[in-house]
């Protein structure tokens, strides 16, 4: 089992930034892939961003691409999304998962989930 624990989660205007962190209880070696996820009323989840272990390679979805940057740091098992620029369309729970797959933006193929941290813009 893994466990996610987000922060840094709030409030922004238009063009502003936040950083979100995910703690993780340990990285088991079945899991390839750690990344954000996000979803608003009414939509259903998306892929924002993902880290592949191995590789180091990171996807992202088209909107966020230029703006956002997810990070890992090793020695604290933390992943990290910076969001600059943001818009009042980025508004959104935000979700820290985990899962087996390698460089999936879908929300079906992972495993282990957060319990969400909220991300406000406002215009």
């Known amino acids: 089992q893994v466990q996610l624990v987000e922060s840094g989660g709030g409030s922004a205007q238009a063009g502003g930034s936040l950083r979100l962190s995910c703690v993780a209880s340990?990285?088991?070696?079945?899991?390839?892939?750690v990344g954000w996820f996000r979803q608003a009323p009414g939509k259903e989840r998306e892929g924002v961003a993902i880290?592949?272990?191995?590789?180091?390679?990171?996807t992202y979805t088209d909107s966020v691409k230029g703006r956002f940057t997810i990070s890992r740091d090793y020695t604290t098992q933390t992943v990290y999304l910076q969001m600059n620029s943001l818009k009042p369309e980025d508004t959104a729970m935000y979700y820290c998962?985990?899962?087996?797959?390698?460089?999936?933006?879908?929300?079906?193929?992972?495993?282990?989930w957060g319990q969400g941290t909220q991300v406000t813009v406002s215009s």
């Open positions: 998962a985990a899962g087996r797959v390698y460089e999936s933006l879908l929300a079906q193929h992972y495993n282990f």
């Open positions: 340990r990285f088991t070696t079945d899991i390839n892939s």
């Open positions: 880290f592949t272990i191995r590789t180091g390679i990171a």
